[in-house]
């Protein structure tokens, strides 16, 4: 049997419609039990600080969580460098998604900006059906696999018959666009409940995603 095997590469443009807002909370405790219960507490009082806005404690997703031992650099009494054990640290990353909306986007920045807890956050966008746009990627990348091969045949005389193999690697696109890494924002005091927030005029750009499939076809 002769085959022809091509590789399909399909580009799509995205427009964003979910709002991210990536959160890490981090601690550094003598033990480690008192570790786990900083981080549980810290993570409560996000939660806590995020349901005055109207989310469920459910909302706020767990991206990592890990615990590690810390340890520092230091010189002892002969000037050579040693190391000794600080502490147990905590890193716990977390998510929240919701609608895009600047007027509620910038309520959570100032709760965030101004809870008991301070988190380093990031902001990002991406799309709710992730799904429908894998799919239309995927039919851009078949169909371009399939021009290239009747170029190809019909330059070497030779005609696609039944296609034989498809091969996609499945793997996890990133339908993410990020304007924002690593948003500091200052703490301020509101005089009134209507001015607790900031004022956020972002539109996205969108977001630009690409995968790959290959095709074998038999060729008569």
């Known amino acids: 049997m002769r085959t022809i095997k091509v590789t399909g590469k399909g580009n799509l443009k995205v427009k964003p419609d979910m709002t991210r807002v990536t959160m890490t909370l981090e601690g550094v405790y003598p033990e480690y039990e008192e570790t786990l219960q900083k981080s549980a507490q810290d993570t ?97 990348a078949v169909a371009d696999a399939k021009e290239k091969a009747e170029v190809l045949a019909q330059a070497a005389g030779v005609t696609l018959n039944s296609l034989i193999n498809i091969d996609y690697s499945w793997n996890e696109l990133d339908i993410e666009v990020r304007p924002m890494n690593r948003a500091v924002f200052a703490a301020r005091c509101a005089t009134s409940a209507k001015e607790e927030s900031y004022d956020m005029d972002i539109e996205p750009d969108d977001i630009d995603i690409s995968d790959t499939v290959t095709i074998v076809w038999e060729i008569v």
């Open 44 to 140: 409560e009082c996000l939660k806590e600080v995020l349901g005055k806005l109207g989310f469920a404690k459910s909302d706020l997703k767990t991206l990592s969580f890990n615990v590690d031992t810390k340890q520092e650099n230091y010189r002892d009494k002969h000037n050579e460098w040693k190391q000794r054990f600080v502490g147990y640290e905590f890193h716990h990353i977390m998510k929240l998604e919701f609608d895009s909306d600047n007027a509620l986007l910038g309520k959570v920045l100032f709760a965030l900006a101004n809870a008991p807890v301070r988190p380093e956050f990031r902001l990002s966008y991406t799309v709710k059906d992730k799904e429908k746009a894998k799919n239309e990627l995927l039919g851009k």
